[in-house]
C-alpha cells in the first residue's frame, strides 16, 4: 500500500470516528432534553389518578 492510499484511509476513518462522536454527543443531547421534560411532567399538577389507586398490594400465595 502507497503512502497517498494510507493517508486517504487513515483521514476517511478519522472522518467517519468524527461523524459518530457528532451523531452521538446530538443522542445525547436529545435524551437529556427528553429526560428534563419527564421530569418537568413528573412534578407538575396534580397527580392524573385517584390518590387511593397505588398504595396497596394484594398478595395471594
Same mark, same amino acid.
Given at each position: 500500500?502507497?503512502?497517498?492510499?494510507?493517508?486517504t $484511509?487513515?483521514?476517511?476513518?478519522? $472522518?467517519?470516528?468524527? !461523524?459518530?462522536?457528532?451523531?452521538?454527543?446530538?443522542?445525547? =443531547?436529545?435524551a437529556?432534553?427528553?429526560?428534563?421534560?419527564?421530569?418537568?411532567?413528573?412534578? !407538575?399538577?396534580?397527580?392524573?389518578?385517584?390518590?387511593?389507586?397505588?398504595?396497596? $398490594? =394484594? @398478595?395471594? @400465595?
Amino acid at each position: 500500500m502507497d503512502i497517498a492510499a494510507l493517508a486517504t $484511509v487513515a483521514t476517511q476513518a478519522n $472522518v467517519s470516528q468524527q !461523524a459518530n462522536i457528532l451523531m452521538m454527543k446530538k443522542v445525547m =443531547d436529545t435524551a437529556t432534553d427528553q429526560s428534563q421534560g419527564l421530569l418537568q411532567l413528573m412534578g !407538575a399538577g396534580p397527580a392524573l389518578s385517584p390518590a387511593h389507586l397505588g398504595n396497596n $398490594v =394484594d @398478595i395471594s @400465595i
